[in-house]
């Protein structure tokens, strides 16, 4: 019985050890071999992140460790002067996918990635050029096969552009709301006071709330940026209908119906104009695609207000107050733009852009931007 014990805990042991580590830290070697080929046959001194060695012959067959494809191997000789050679990685994705759905979940696929047993090199044969030492007048560039970082920005284009304007378009512009709702009961007040005993139904046929914003940014550099934006957005009419008990007696004897009808009495309307200082980072980069995150706070100037329709010939409505003028207001109120994901895609001075993100400029905001 002890015995049996015994067995039950090593093999939980086993298990438990098992879940620190990955599957291809277990069971794949710790180093690969390339293949370097030269235009010389001359024996060579060999450096590389955790060993020196000397080999000759053509191509050299060279053990690296697979957490050290990143880093530099220097090649030397008496005559001879070689380029360094960095051989670069890339991710093993069918071990990854054992390490995160079959074997050891999440927890090996992170441990595959410290040990770096997870990589592979980026190709098995490489050429490194070589050069006479007494005819050498500059040094040899580095032979690095690295798969390029996509936070660093590669040089896509000829020249990097300073100076950007962009014009965009957006739905779900962030309107000052409480500034809104509280005209929406001056209608109410002005028009029908302590009397009214009806209601007035607002903010009714009312669709997504529109923007279109003109930015002008200088990049200090591929990554920061800074501008200003200006914009106008707006909310669709708001049509108000009314109920007056008053109509009650009469309707019911005319239509033979309990239910007072509904009369249109006007429109409640929104524009801002806003402009925002503005500040722009590009955290990520891709052949042709930059990613980049967008913030911007300043002031808006919010114009509410109430335009009644024509209800005088209308038979069935007694108006408590014959005269109904143009109720308006202009108010300025603190305003921003957070956009947490951008999307800029284009190489020359033309690219098109999308951001999801709230404030003056929408949860959804696209357009084009023009460099120069």
Not at 25 to 43: A, C, D, H, Q, V
Not at 183 to 190: D, G, L, P, T, W
Not at 290 to 306: E, T, V
């Amino acid at each position: 019985m002890k015995l049996y014990n015994h067995q039950i805990l090593v093999l939980l042991a086993a298990f438990l050890s098992s879940l620190l580590t990955g599957c291809m830290t277990i069971f794949t070697p710790s180093s690969e071999t390339i293949l370097i080929n030269r235009s010389t046959s001359e024996p060579v001194t060999i450096v590389t992140a955790s060993d020196t060695i000397v080999a000759d012959g053509q191509p050299i067959e060279l053990s690296v460790k697979k957490r050290h494809l990143n880093k530099p191997i220097q090649i030397a000789s008496k005559e001879y002067t070689y380029q360094t050679l960095i051989p670069g990685r890339r991710t093993d994705w069918w071990g990854a996918f054992l390490d995160l759905f079959l074997f050891f979940g999440g927890d090996g696929l992170i441990v595959d990635y410290i040990t770096g047993a997870i990589y592979h090199p980026r190709q098995k044969n490489y050429y490194v050029k070589a050069a006479r030492k007494d005819t050498l007048h500059s040094e040899l560039h580095v032979a690095d096969y690295r798969a390029p970082s996509p936070f660093k920005a590669a040089n896509y284009h000829s020249r990097h552009f300073r100076h950007e304007l962009r014009l965009g378009v957006s739905i779900g512009n962030a309107l000052h709301n409480d500034c809104y709702d509280r005209m929406s009961q001056r209608v109410a007040n002005h028009f029908y006071q302590s009397s009214y005993e009806g209601d007035l139904d607002y903010g009714q046929d009312a669709v997504t709330n529109f923007a279109a914003s003109l930015s002008y940014f200088y990049h200090f550099d591929e990554h920061l940026a800074v501008g200003m934006i200006a914009g106008t957005g707006g909310r669709p009419n708001a049509g108000y209908i009314e109920y007056d008990p008053d109509w009650e007696q009469s309707w019911h004897n005319h239509w033979h119906t309990n239910t007072p009808p509904e009369v249109y009495v006007g429109n409640m309307e929104s524009t801002s104009w806003f402009f925002l200082p503005s500040v722009k980072y590009y955290w990520a980069f891709n052949s042709g695609t930059r990613f980049y995150s967008k913030a911007a706070f300043g002031l808006m100037s919010q114009h509410n207000w109430f335009e009644s329709c024509d209800i005088h010939n209308n038979p069935y409505y007694v108006p408590k107050n014959a005269e109904r003028p143009v109720l308006s207001e202009r108010r300025w109120h603190i305003a921003g733009q957070l956009s947490p994901v951008g999307v800029e895609v284009g190489r020359r001075w033309l690219r098109f852009f999308v951001e999801l993100g709230y404030g003056m400029e929408g949860i959804f905001n696209a357009g084009w931007s023009c460099y120069f």
